[in-house]
């Protein structure tokens, strides 16, 4: 079964800027593209960090405004933002940033966690490969009931290759799968229904009619700790 990673979504053509590159320039850029912020690289094409929609509202935010005082930490960093000239000066660095081998799901977690819309995708050296945003993520959803019954197919001969079980039937319904039949334990039932859970395309639900044999809960579940004097 095919896992996903970031390189199966991602969008390899970016749309990027140098340090150097004027504010003005920079703002036409994301309007013309229709996109909300851009990586600044180095000669090196290393990335060094990003300027987003919100870096740029800084000269509107603080337009007219007079010096923050003196415990206005923060808002003193915004405001020098809003005196800023180029994307060097613009920019939020360092970059969160990903590699290409990073699972969707540790995207997705990391978009969510920094609040971020997209993150650049970067080599073993540092330097810009690619781009993922918040919909490429979406892209696993839109696997067709085939190829997703195909993954779950195998995930689910691998769980029980080693048991003596009935063949478990398989139905996919746009994002929906239902397992039914009959397994030997109760583990078995259970890391079925979570290894199937993990399958790209599988985004709504995991309806478990599976039904077992032998009760061994008890068995796998871990006991109290024993300490010895």
Not at 46 to 75: C, N, Q, T
Not at 108 to 130: H, N
Request: hydrophobic share 45%; charged share 30%.
């Amino acid at each position: 079964m095919k896992t996903w990673h970031v390189n199966d979504v991602m969008t390899p053509d970016v749309v990027c800027v140098g340090p150097d590159t004027p504010y003005r320039d920079v703002v036409d850029l994301l309007i013309g593209r229709r996109i909300n912020a851009v990586p600044v690289i180095d000669d090196d094409r290393r990335v060094i960090g990003v300027v987003s929609e919100s870096d740029l509202l800084r000269k509107v935010e603080f337009a007219g405004e007079g010096e923050p005082r003196w415990f206005e930490r923060r808002r003193r960093g915004q405001q020098h933002k809003a005196a800023a000239r180029t994307a060097g000066e613009l920019m939020t660095s360092p970059a969160i940033t990903l590699t290409p081998m990073a699972a969707v799901r540790t995207a997705a977690r990391l978009l969510d966690e920094s609040g971020v819309k997209q993150l650049p995708i970067v080599d073993t050296l540092g330097r810009l490969a690619g781009i993922v945003t918040r919909s490429d993520l979406l892209k696993e959803h839109l696997r067709s009931d085939d190829a997703v019954h195909a993954d779950v197919r195998a995930a689910v001969h691998e769980v029980v290759i080693a048991e003596n079980s009935p063949a478990v039937r398989i139905a996919v319904d746009r994002g929906v799968v239902t397992l039914a039949g009959q397994v030997d334990r109760w583990s078995t039932k259970v890391l079925l229904a979570r290894r199937v859970a993990l399958v790209p395309g599988v985004v709504v639900a995991v309806v478990d009619e599976v039904v077992f044999d032998f009760d061994d809960h008890r068995l796998v579940e871990p006991g109290p700790a024993l300490f010895v004097a």
